[in-house]
């Protein structure tokens, strides 16, 4: 029998050889694409907008303000290693949270796979309680499923536990715990999968991956509360909140794939594309038949779901992509206040004034003007403006739950290419007497 003693000497072991090959694997991935080797199956194209492809034809996948998985080919079976464990992420420059996450980050790093390849994924346990990984969407043996207590044992503080199986359709999944969900789930324990088919399809020039999720982080703090069921005050892109959110570079004409997936607590989010319309291409039950695809301007993902949707980037600019519920483009909202819209303060400034010096009546003639005081105005610590970042005529007036796609000619690169630089002639500017003269009174002329 083994002793205490030798059981938790064995385990630290693993956990640090496990530490050891993440790195020794990340440092010969690096130095693989150094040499201009590639080091995971994708093969460099030259001209292209950061473009890599792989077997099948499929473009690398982009993941905002993340990361990929590292893996390595052990005798025909892809490697991969998961360390649930804190991490201090920040959602927003000013905002830090303490949340849990996997692999030093909140979403976790997205796992590529091929379809038909067999994966084996050792996950390390180093919360301070008991996890398991559960694989969204892919379908596996019943024992590799990762609900604690029904189809495995709880992977204990300090142990790694081996999941191995094949990925057998191509899509896009999720990864998150099947334990104390409440807690880990909404402390940021969550991640997608991407599986590319094995054979030829159509082309996408840039795909990208985004995790939708919401927190509850009060005012000053910085852990996420998981007891929050209905009213949260952070909304995130890839655990990020704008204007702390990486915008999507695409050159025009591109054939672009966005993967949504949607791990929050509560909320279903209509995430609406301005300036182009998206096909429906595919769930997290697989790809979409072309016949049964659709057309929106807005796609509802609602929670524990994924949806993939493509578009063909063939119109120039600066485009939002967001969640069209409008509390959802705020950053920590208060909730519970007066409604004093329309009400007149006259007077009553200077009377509250004599109690407390600082006072200042705001948001009775709408939300825009807190924004303009608050520019001027201390912040608690640890916490965000509500909404706005200077923009190229203006505030934004976003936060929260808000991107940008930023569609450009020729470009090369994926990195940010800074504001669209409109023609003449197409920005919308104040009216001139001579123009409504024009068109104003003659239109009431004809009665119109």
């Not at 292209?48 to 982009?62: E, K, N």
């Not at 896009?172 to 099947?178: G, S, V």
């Not at 096909?279 to 509802?300: F, S, Y």
Request: proline residues 8%; contains cysteine.
């Amino acid at each position: 029998m083994i002793s205490r003693r030798k059981f938790i000497g064995a385990a630290s072991a693993l956990v640090a050889a496990g530490a050891a090959w993440l790195s020794e694997t990340r440092a010969a991935r690096a130095a693989a694409v150094g040499s201009g080797v590639p080091a995971d199956g994708f093969t460099p194209v030259p001209g292209r907008l950061d473009d890599r492809r792989g077997p099948g034809g499929h473009a690398r996948i982009v993941v905002p303000n993340g990361t990929t998985l590292p893996w390595r080919l052990v005798d025909g079976v892809k490697v991969y290693h998961l360390v649930a464990e804190p991490v201090r992420h920040e959602f927003a420059p000013g905002l830090v949270g303490e949340c849990w996450g996997y692999n030093g980050r909140t979403p976790g790093p997205v796992i590529e796979s091929v379809e038909g390849d067999r994966a084996r994924i050792y996950v390390t346990n180093k919360l301070p309680e008991a996890t398991s990984v559960h694989w969204h969407g892919v379908i596996l043996p019943n024992g590799m499923d990762g609900v604690s207590g029904l189809t495995q044992p709880e992977i204990p503080a300090g142990q790694t536990f081996k999941y191995e199986f094949r990925f057998t359709k191509p899509g896009t999944f999720m990864y998150h715990p099947h334990l104390d969900e409440m807690t880990q789930m909404a402390l940021g324990m969550q991640g997608m999968i991407v599986v590319y088919p094995r054979g030829p399809q159509r082309r996408i020039d840039r795909d990208f991956a985004i995790m939708l999720s919401e927190w509850l982080i009060r005012v000053g703090t910085r852990r996420p509360d998981p007891t929050e069921m209905i009213d949260f005050n952070i909304l995130t892109m890839n655990s990020r909140a704008f204007p702390g959110i990486e915008p999507l570079v695409v050159r025009r004409g591109d054939r672009v794939r966005i993967r949504l997936g949607n791990l929050g607590v509560t909320d279903h989010h209509p995430i609406h594309i301005h300036g182009h319309a998206m096909r429906i291409t595919g769930t997290d039950g697989g790809p979409i038949a072309e016949a049964g695809q659709w057309l929106e301007n807005t796609v509802l993902v609602p929670v524990g779901t994924v949806r993939e949707v493509e578009f063909v980037a063939d119109n120039p600019g600066d485009w939002p992509l967001h969640c069209h519920m409008t509390h959802h483009v705020m950053n920590q909202m208060g909730h519970g206040l007066p409604n004093v819209i329309g009400i007149d303060p006259a007077g009553l400034d200077e009377r509250v004034q004599k109690l407390l010096p600082d006072y200042m009546t705001m948001g009775h003639t709408g939300m825009d003007m807190m924004l303009d005081h608050a520019e001027h105005m201390a912040q608690p610590p640890n916490s965000i403006a509500m909404r706005g970042v200077a923009g190229p005529f203006g505030r934004i007036d976003m936060g929260g739950m808000f991107t940008i796609i930023k569609v450009r000619e020729g470009i090369t690169s994926g990195e940010d290419p800074g504001w669209y630089d409109h023609p003449p002639g197409t920005v919308a500017a104040p009216a001139t007497a001579e123009e409504l003269r024009r068109d104003l009174e003659a239109s009431q002329d004809r009665g119109g």
